[in-house]
Each structure stands twice: as C-alpha cells, then as structure tokens.
C-alpha cells in the first residue's frame, strides 16, 4: 500500500549511543519532514527536504542530522543521544508545497533515551 | 511569526452532541489552515484545509470548519458526535507552504 513507512517503531537507547530513524514514501513525493511530538507541546519540525539532495532546517535541528540522498528516503540521525531527545518521531512527506495537499504521515517512531 | 493556539486541552462530549474544537492563528499574511485528527498509536490524518477558496470547508467524517478573518479562528465542528471520533486533533498554520507550525492539540473523549 503507498504511504510513509518509518523504521524502526520503538527503540530504547542508553545516552550518548547513536541511531538513525529511516523514512520511506512510495509516492514520488518532494517534499519530505521530520517532526518530533511531545506531551503538551504539539509536533515541532526538525529538519526538512524540498528535493533529493537538499535539507533545511526547522525549529528544533539541534542534536540532528539528516540526509536525502535518494528521493524516496529520509533519514534523521542522533550522533550522541540524550535523555532531552525522548520522544514520539513522525516522518511526513507531499507532493508539493503542503498547502495544496496536505501532508501524508507515518505511524511514528516511539524513542526513549535512558 | 506564525502561531497557533488550541483551547481546551481536553474536550468531553456526549454521544450525539455538538463537537466543537477551538483554534485561533497568528498570521503576518493570509495563512493555509488545517485540521488533522490522531487516532492512539498511529499519524496525523488530514481532516480539513482551507486555502484562501471558501470559507466554510468541510472534511471527511462530517466535519467542517470556518475561517473567520476578523476573529483570526478556525474552528472545527461537528453536528453529532460518534464515538469513533474520540481522539487528538491538531490545529496548524503555515504561510509559506514549507514550514507547518502545529498547536499543542486536543484530546476529544466521547461519552456514551
């Protein structure tokens, strides 16, 4: 079925480890996000990508790192984990600017730092 | 800057009754508005948008929302609640298409 896929759906680290979150869309989507969803603070964007090869920043980069090498991935990396960095992590990706069309979200990868 | 406020962490309705979820904007331009529901342990889903067309927009699942400028709201509605409706539901905003910026949402319980 097309949608977002993110891998892995739970994860538990020890502070400092490091990890990568992987995103796939079969949609042939451009626009790709990461946000991350805490209890009372709504989602927060992390990074984005408007197009294979590109990444922005959103409100929240620190202690992130992403990359877009191919178009229907979208990867967030946590060099050194830390405890501040539990949470509940949503990949979204759309056809264009999300205004015409909505964003299309996965199920989410729940991460807790120890 | 753009900002969204949800009121009411938390809404109780009956079965049947009146659904109605507060969101207020904070826009320098005309903003693009919408509505995603979260049902337990899944993503966001997109319920409405409004995109400078009617002010009236209706969703999926018999929801509808108004943009009034004046009152800088868009408010969600629902005549009658059903109990799969319970869930969180995000308000956001965005003036430039890239960036969303989302409420903290609302969790809606549906009383039998």
């Known amino acids: 079925n097309a949608g977002v896929t993110q891998t892995p759906k739970f994860r538990v680290l020890k502070t400092g480890q490091s990890m990568t979150l992987l995103c796939a869309q079969d949609?042939?989507?451009?626009?790709m996000y990461w946000y991350r969803q805490d209890p009372g603070m709504g989602l927060r964007l992390i990074h984005y990508?408007?197009?294979?090869?590109?990444?922005a920043k959103g409100e929240v980069p620190d202690g992130y790192n992403v990359s877009r090498l191919k178009k229907q991935n979208f990867l967030l990396g946590l060099e050194s984990a830390a405890p501040s960095q539990t949470s509940v992590y949503f990949c979204?990706?759309?056809?264009?600017?999300?205004?015409?069309?909505?964003?299309?979200f996965g199920s989410g990868t729940r991460l807790t730092v120890v | 800057a753009q900002s969204v406020t949800q009121l009411g962490s938390h809404v109780s309705v009956s079965e049947g009754a009146l659904v109605l979820l507060r969101c207020n904007y904070s826009?320098?331009?005309?903003?693009?508005l919408f509505w995603y529901v979260q049902y337990p342990n899944q993503g966001l889903q997109l319920l409405l948008k409004?995109?400078?067309?009617?002010?009236l927009v209706k969703g999926i699942n018999g929801f509808e929302a108004e943009f009034k400028k004046s009152e800088t709201s868009f408010h969600l509605t629902k005549p009658s609640a059903h109990m799969s409706d319970a869930a969180e539901y995000f308000c956001?905003?965005?003036?430039?298409?890239?960036?969303?910026?989302f409420g903290t949402g609302t969790s809606l319980t549906v009383i039998p």
């Open positions: 979204a990706s759309s056809f264009s600017r999300g205004p015409l069309y909505g964003y299309t």
């Open positions: 826009s320098s331009v005309p903003p693009y």
């Open positions: 990508s408007v197009g294979e090869g590109t990444t």
């Open positions: 956001a905003v965005s003036e430039t298409g890239n960036q969303f910026y």
């Open positions: 409004y995109t400078s067309a009617a002010t």
């Open positions: 949609m042939n989507h451009e626009y």
